[in-house]
T-cell receptor, first 115, second 110 residues
Framework: EPEVTQTPSHQVTQMGQEVILRCVPI?????FYWYRQILGQKVEFLVS????????KSEIFDDQFSVERPDGSNFTLKIRSTKLEDSAMYFC?????????????FGDGTRLSIL | RKEVEQDPGPFNVPEGATVAFNCTYS??????FFWYRQDCRKEPKLLMS???SGNEDGRFTAQLNRASQYISLLIRDSKLSDSATYLC???????????FGKGTSLLVTP
């Protein structure tokens, strides 16, 4: 079964540094998403991306965050100047469409630790 | 009302038991709903999509009550491997991004 893949599985970064998280969505999917989950808390939506542009974003997704699809396969999340509170599990997801029978499938996440 | 609210549990049940989880949501315009399962420190995995009045898949049954804005998940004949956190998920008000509940923790014991 095709799956969403994310790299790296764990990223440790000094506060203030830039970090790029990478995702390869399922190949025929058109909609891409980033979510995060702070330890012990619920999964939170960050941003969705379709047709090479952001379609929705949450209040969490401020100017420090950006997303890009640099080629036909990768989908990246960049955090420009990391803060301690950015420490979380970051999940990428993708879906074929937006119908109810086209649900979002999640990658296994990148654990981001800010020191 | 919180957008998606779930009883956090934990629910501790013996193998073979039937267990039910409830979820309430605030967005009355929502048309589709999902139950995801999350194992410790792993990604959410889709368990069931819920639309119209409900859905059944083997030992799992999801029911939807639009009037009460309430979704339930019933697990029959619990297995040890059912131990996980069950996430009630509703698309966000303004689009199709998902709004997750905090989850209900289930532990099935021998």
């Amino acid at each position: 079964e095709p799956e969403v893949t994310q790299t790296p599985s764990h990223q440790v970064t000094q506060m203030g540094q830039e970090v790029i998280l990478r995702c390869v969505p399922i190949s025929n999917h058109l909609y891409f998403y980033w979510y995060r989950q702070i330890l012990g808390q619920k999964v939170e939506f960050l941003v969705s991306f379709y047709n090479n542009e952001i379609s929705e974003k949450s209040e969490i997704f401020d100017d420090q965050f950006s997303v890009e699809r640099p080629d036909g396969s990768n989908f990246t999340l960049k955090i420009r100047s990391t803060k301690l509170e950015d420490s979380a599990m970051y999940f990428c997801a993708s879906s074929e469409g937006r119908r109810v029978d086209q649900p979002q499938h999640f990658g296994d996440g990148t654990r981001l630790s800010i020191l | 009302r919180k957008e998606v609210e779930q009883d956090p549990g934990p629910f501790n049940v013996p193998e073979g038991a039937t267990v039910a989880f409830n979820c309430t949501y605030s967005n009355s315009a929502s048309q589709s709903f999902f139950w995801y399962r999350q194992d410790c420190r792993k990604e959410p995995k889709l368990l069931m999509s819920v639309y119209s009045s409900g859905n059944e898949d083997g030992r799992f049954t999801a029911q939807l009550n639009r009037a009460s804005q309430y979704i339930s998940l019933l697990i029959r004949d619990s297995k040890l491997s059912d131990s996980a956190t069950y996430l009630c998920v509703v698309p966000l008000r303004d689009g199709y991004a998902l709004n997750f509940g905090k989850g209900t923790s289930l532990l099935v014991t021998p």
